[in-house]
């Protein structure tokens, strides 16, 4: 049985849609490819209060998903850190398997991210990606204006926008299916609202095989 974790670690408030839409849209790619898969929320991390480090979980199998009723996935094989900043600070590669991936939105080079990761050896490439730069580099901005009137895109909430990934979550869902192939990108790509960006990302992921990592 083909069995796939991903968890998504994003940000409370200003990053809980990106983190959604990631989970959400390769759950649903996976449907659509007569896979089975659950996407959720972990409420548990708090993810109301602003900047807090939260996350985010998929899971695929081609048969029924015995842990279907296990709350947190507790051996992710794809990590994705949606900022840059939360590669310091905690064990976000708990519970991974040999031969994980893990994905990065920095601008950084997978040779100097690599020195913070907890537990490189477990990965068999660490993936670097721009999204902010390719998605918009306003886009922090256009979402802080919003959250700030109404936090309409807190948890427990509706969107304001239905559109998905419009922004930096387009690039990061690229560079997950286009890495470990979870999905088909012809069937993840007609969902995506930024197409530019998710495009754009397949041409300018940084990888780095394990092996290659500079300490």
């Not at 994705?80 to 080079?109: A, C, F, Q, S």
């Not at 204006?145 to 909430?157: I, Q």
């Amino acid at each position: 049985m083909a069995y796939t974790e991903l968890t998504v670690w994003t940000r409370g408030i200003i990053m809980d849609k990106e983190g959604r839409d990631i989970v959400g849209s390769i759950g649903a790619a996976a449907r659509m490819e007569g896979k089975f898969s659950q996407s959720m929320e972990n409420y548990v991390d708090n993810p109301d209060r602003t900047n807090a480090p939260t996350r985010k979980y998929c899971r695929i199998s081609d048969s029924e998903i015995e842990n279907a009723l296990t709350y947190e996935n507790e051996h992710p094989n794809i990590v994705v850190l949606v900022e840059e900043t939360m590669v310091k600070g905690w064990d976000y590669m708990r519970g991974m398997p040999p031969g994980g991936t893990l994905v990065i939105n920095t601008h950084y080079t997978p040779d100097y991210m690599m020195r913070f990761v907890p537990g490189p050896e477990r990965l068999s490439q660490l993936v670097c990606v721009d999204a902010a730069k390719l998605a918009d580099h306003q886009w922090l901005y256009y979402r802080l204006g919003e959250l700030g009137l109404d936090r309409l895109s807190t948890e427990g909430a509706a969107e304001r926008s239905k559109a998905i990934a419009p922004d930096i979550a387009a690039p990061l869902i690229a560079a997950v299916v286009k890495t470990t192939g979870i999905v088909k990108i012809e069937t993840i790509e007609p969902m995506i609202a930024n197409k530019a960006a998710f495009r754009a990302a397949l041409d300018n992921l940084h990888i780095l095989p394990l092996g290659q990592a500079v300490a």
